[in-house]
């Protein structure tokens, strides 16, 4: 009997982060006046491959946590309130931008959350000058992603360096768009007024497979609704990617 392997604790600096998109490497934030870089860490578990298409949610939530997927997320949380629309999340102006081009792709992550009211929103999402956030994880509250159905939102959340939004609710193609390209989990909470709860600098952990928030500042623990058949979609890096990897499509010639 094979020996099980343990799992692993990586920098997410460290690592690669696979989508239909060209990546850049993260890089670290050297300039945080008020707050201080925590120690963002992602848990791996044992890799195997997914040979077949999902057919539950509870059969997706054991192919993501054996998979070799990306499970746990911790550090700094960013916190907005309701009706987040794709325009403070980029405005229409920077939408010119080209993903698959990392210069651009960079700067889309450069610009992620931008449109939001500077009255409301004092601390930026991403420094001035900088090209990724030093927030891992966005926790927002009900019709997150509202608006036009541009694919860059997603995009830039991604591209910024955070891979999860915590919300009451989506956006039904603010939803799709984030796990057909790969981007970012838009996880559910199960109850309203989360948001209101956590502040933004607060030390969050987001468990996809335990379904949990952890708000080490707080010490509060709260409920998620599972991800999901999308969670191995968006793991794979977007639907292409997801399609070649289980055989639906013909995997692109080496």
Request: hydrophobic share 35%; proline share 7%.
């Amino acid at each position: 009997m094979a020996t099980a392997v343990p799992p692993k604790t990586v920098y997410s600096s460290h690592l690669p982060k696979t989508s239909i998109f060209t990546r850049r490497n993260s890089t670290p934030n050297a300039h945080i006046p008020t707050l201080p870089s925590p120690l963002k860490s992602l848990t791996l578990t044992p890799r195997r491959s997914l040979l077949t298409p999902l057919f539950a949610a509870a059969d997706a939530e054991a192919d993501l946590a054996s998979s070799g997927s990306i499970t746990t997320f911790h550090g700094f949380c960013y916190v907005v309130g309701n009706n987040i629309d794709t325009d403070q999340i980029i405005p229409a102006e920077h939408l010119t931008l080209v993903p698959s081009k990392p210069d651009e792709y960079r700067k889309l992550g450069s610009l992620a959350l931008v449109g939001l009211p500077t009255a409301s929103y004092a601390v930026p999402f991403v420094n001035p000058g900088e090209n990724s956030s030093r927030f891992s994880v966005i926790i927002g509250g009900d019709n997150f992603g509202c608006g036009s159905s541009r694919e860059h939102a997603p995009v830039a959340i991604g591209a910024s360096g955070a891979r999860v939004v915590v919300a009451e609710s989506y956006a039904r193609i603010f939803f799709r768009n984030c796990v057909a390209t790969g981007e970012v989990y838009p996880v559910e909470t199960e109850e309203v007024g989360i948001w209101k709860e956590c502040s933004t600098g607060d030390i969050v952990t987001v468990d996809l497979v335990g379904n949990r928030l952890i708000n080490h500042t707080k010490g509060k623990d709260y409920k998620l609704k599972p991800i999901g058949d999308a969670g191995p979609v968006i793991e794979a890096g977007g639907i292409f990617a997801y399609a070649r990897k289980t055989g639906m499509i013909s995997s692109r010639a080496a």
